[in-house]
């Protein structure tokens, strides 16, 4: 047998093992999309519901936001930014607020819209 044929044949073996295993290999992962566990407990509409209704954790916007003012100004520490510097940084962050608010406007309102579904 030539040595082309050979490797033709070696080939494409391989290949129909690598297909043959691939499913095996991958059945027990793809249950895990379907399950309880896929994304934590965002399944639980009650619960995101509730805490949407609530302000509690993820909806907390004041204590976001000061946790996030926090991390910003020890950033701006470690940069060791200057008044000019600090200003710009204070300025490109406003403007990211700015627009994760109106993201997030758009957000809540399709949460609440889900959430005034699910009662019904």
């Known amino acids: 047998?030539?040595?082309?044929?050979?490797?033709?044949?070696?080939?494409?073996l391989l290949a129909t093992a690598l297909f043959?295993?691939?499913?095996?290999?991958?059945?027990?992962q793809h249950s895990k999309h379907h399950?309880?566990?896929?994304?934590?407990?965002?399944?639980?509409?009650?619960e995101m519901c509730d805490n949407m209704r609530g302000g509690k954790g993820?909806?907390?916007?004041?204590?976001?936001?000061?946790?996030?003012a926090e991390h910003r100004e020890a950033m701006a520490e470690r940069l060791k930014l200057n008044d000019e510097q600090?200003?710009?940084?204070?300025e490109i962050h406003q403007e990211?607020?700015?627009?994760?608010?109106?993201?997030?406007g758009n957000w809540q309102k399709k949460m609440e819209?889900?959430?005034n579904n699910q009662k019904k």
């Open 58 to 68: 993820r909806f907390n916007m004041e204590e976001r936001q000061a946790k996030m």
């Open 86 to 90: 600090r200003g710009i940084w204070n």
């Open 20 to 28: 043959a295993a691939s499913p095996a290999l991958m059945a027990g």
């Open 113 to 115: 819209k889900r959430c």
């Open 1 to 12: 047998m030539s040595h082309r044929k050979t490797s033709t044949i070696t080939a494409s």
């Open 35 to 46: 399950g309880e566990n896929y994304r934590g407990n965002h399944h639980n509409m009650t």
């Open 96 to 104: 990211r607020r700015q627009h994760h608010e109106k993201r997030m």
